[in-house]
Antibody, heavy 119, light 107 residues
């Protein structure tokens, strides 16, 4: 059974930093791209970032480019989202997803971790 | 950026009724379109990929159709477990984008 477990969400002040983690199990991690998608309170889904199976070719949404970094540790089956210079509009539940490719659909999703940016 | 417009925003139906959800793209996405079901507090679930292929374990009452810029998700006979929000998602071009969602609620 595929499992994706996000962690690291927290209350953080504007301008602060946070690192989200997503622990994967139940599939061969190195065969799949991984993505982060977020959902602001009361809003729809927004793609944030994707990284290919080999940890190369990271892609970021314009709204987070220069502030967020995606990475993965293929020895530990974990994908990360490093978030810096956080803003109020980054407040959202962040979902990790197993993707068919960095430009593909998401096969499986985690339950999400909540990030609140507020003073 | 490809904009996906879903309609209606809310669909009020009774169990057993047919649900028809629309997703229109601002330009052609060929068949690079997926549909997800999302319930509060849960992980989104892939229903349909490549516009019309059902994902593993998805019941046959869910079907997708369309190509180019107009797509439809049909639930042939609503079960109590089907009341949720449904999102379409294009992966034809970056940035990947999602529609605003259609909430299927119990009438």
């Amino acid at each position: 059974e595929v499992q994706l477990v996000e962690s690291g969400g927290d209350l953080v002040q504007p301008g602060g930093s946070l690192r989200l983690s997503c622990a994967a199990s139940g599939f061969t991690f190195t065969n799949y791209a991984m993505s982060w998608v977020r959902q602001a309170p009361g809003k729809g889904l927004e793609w944030v970032s994707s990284i290919n199976a080999g940890a190369g070719s990271p892609h970021l949404a314009d709204s987070v480019k220069g502030r967020f970094t995606i990475s993965r540790d293929n020895s530990r089956d974990i994908v990360y989202l490093q978030m810096t210079s956080l803003r109020g509009e980054d407040t959202a539940t962040y979902y990790c997803a197993r993707a068919i490719s960095t430009r593909g659909y998401n096969l499986d999703w985690g339950q999400g971790t909540l990030v609140v940016v507020s003073s | 950026e490809i904009v996906l417009t879903q309609s209606p925003a809310t669909l009020s139906l009774s169990p057993g009724e047919r649900a028809t959800l629309s997703c229109r793209a601002s330009q052609s996405v060929t068949n690079y379109l997926a549909w997800y079901q999302h319930k509060p507090g849960q992980a989104p679930r892939l229903l349909i990929f490549d516009a019309s292929s059902r994902a593993t374990g998805i019941p046959a009452r869910f079907s997708g159709s369309g190509s180019g810029a107009d797509f439809t998700l049909t639930i042939s006979s609503l079960e109590p477990d089907d009341f949720a929000v449904y999102y379409c998602h294009q992966h034809s071009d970056r940035p990947l984008t999602f529609g605003g969602g259609t909430k299927v609620e119990i009438k």
